[in-house]
């Protein structure tokens, strides 16, 4: 009489061994690429989000393009837009929109994702330059990804000026009084505040002398008769400089503003009355504005310039 076949024979076992360790090994193989995937995804998708809120900050205005004055962002930016021209200017960047930025803003950029992120924005070539929004801590961040862009800024922002005063009637036009007897001449500067940037910038006097003229000047909050002010300025006024400033050249000086009188939210005045050798002496006076963290020593040197600086903006982000 036959045997009974017997399915599971020794011989089917050993075989099914090396079956069931290379099953094993590809799945454990399986799950180390299906980790790295999703390492590689997460840091990818960190990467492309920093580049895009950086790109989204140094490449356009903003919208609205005025959100620095009107309404809160939809999508914050911070390159320069040229109302006149309609016109933006890519990595030069808007001062006064830079001043502002906070978390509320990056967080747009980054649709709320991510739980550390910092923003810094340095300037190089000797700028002081210090700009920080920061949230959150990086000591318990996994997935980093960092970076930079390098941009254009100018130091300083002119808001008004007036040049070779005191040269007799070299120009007269510039004059707020033309009544006022030789070598006394009166110039007035007319300048506006906003609200969110009157504790986030300084408000300068440059002034450029080529000796032999003095000069004084005062700050009001409303304007005044100039022709009221021909032989005195009033109270309260500053000396800016005498005879002895400068004697070859141009010579450059600053003034704090805000230091020397109180400004105001809204349209400031700057009175200036000086004195020197008609056709001869004769200086350039100018409104100037700055962020906080630039000192004064930086405010003097680059009025003389008044060229755009190199800076680099700086954004790591993480989970």
Known sequence: MPSRAQLFTLDLLLALIPLTIVLGVSANAMGGVVTQVQEYAVGYSIQRAANDAADALAKTPGMPLDWNSTNPPTVPGIAYYDPAKNYTVPILIDETK???????????????????????????????????????????????????????????NVLGETHQIAHGDKEASERCCTTCSANQFIYEMAFTIKADELSNFNYWLGYASDGGVNAEYAHRSAQVDCCDKCSNLGSPKQDLFSSSFGNSGKEWGTRNIGSDFTLVVGTNYVYIRATGSPNVNGADFYVLKAPLSIPQSSVTEYAALNEPQAVRLRLEVGR
């Open 98 to 156: 830079m001043a502002i930025l906070n978390v509320t803003h990056v967080n747009q950029l980054l649709n709320n994702r991510y739980p550390y992120y910092n923003l810094t924005i340095r300037g190089l070539e000797g700028v002081t330059l210090n700009i920080t929004v920061c949230n959150g801590t990086k000591t318990n961040v996994t997935d980093l990804a960092v970076v930079e862009r390098n941009l254009l800024y100018y130091v300083l």
